[in-house]
């Protein structure tokens, strides 16, 4: 069996790009390339990392078996994968096969002065509920606030990013469409 064509299957499978489920995973786009060209090979733990974010288990790689769909995520599997110190935030992936779904749930907690990455345009529809301070969504040029308890839905026509409006941590969850652009 080879490793690397079957990681690349699955990542385009997912719609992930290889710097995408680098960022994902922690790992470096050279060095996902070369694992999917067999030119390296993954220890366990990345192996078993890479799995996750790809949405599948280590016995459903090698045997390629299909088994009843998943229904209750436990808190253990949720995923801690991406932090980004530069730019105080840190994001929870929680459903580990979120890319075969039509929706994305993540749990960002956003430091004081902290914002989330700013996206492009995409056919994607977002809902964010804030679960613990306030928030400032940019919406192409117009700023929209929302505190905690409230909700925003918006499709994503714009650049869009989330920034921290308050002077603490800041806590939202949002679930976002995969786009197909």
Not at 55 to 74: C, L, N, S, W
Not at 77 to 92: C, F, P
């Amino acid at each position: 069996m080879e490793i690397g064509s079957k990681i690349k299957a699955l990542r385009l499978r997912k719609g992930l790009t290889q710097e995408e489920l680098g960022e994902r995973t922690n790992l470096t786009k050279g060095y996902i390339s070369q694992l999917e060209r067999d030119l390296n090979s993954p220890s366990i733990e990345t192996l078993f990392s890479i799995l996750e974010v790809l949405g599948t288990t280590p016995k459903e790689f090698f045997d390629d078996g299909m088994g009843e769909p998943k229904i209750v995520y436990p808190a253990g599997e949720q995923t801690n994968v991406y932090s980004d110190d530069d730019k105080k935030y840190s994001l929870r992936w929680l459903i580990p096969t979120s890319n075969e779904k039509e929706m994305e749930p993540v749990l960002i907690t956003l430091a004081a002065s902290g914002e989330f990455k700013r996206f492009e345009p995409s056919l994607a529809e977002t809902f964010i509920y804030v679960l613990k301070g306030k928030i400032r969504l940019l919406l192409g040029e117009e700023p929209y606030v929302a505190h905690q308890g409230d909700s925003l839905y918006y499709e994503a026509k714009m650049p869009h990013q989330v920034v921290n409006a308050s002077d603490g941590e800041t806590r939202i969850l949002l679930i976002a469409t995969h786009s197909y652009l």
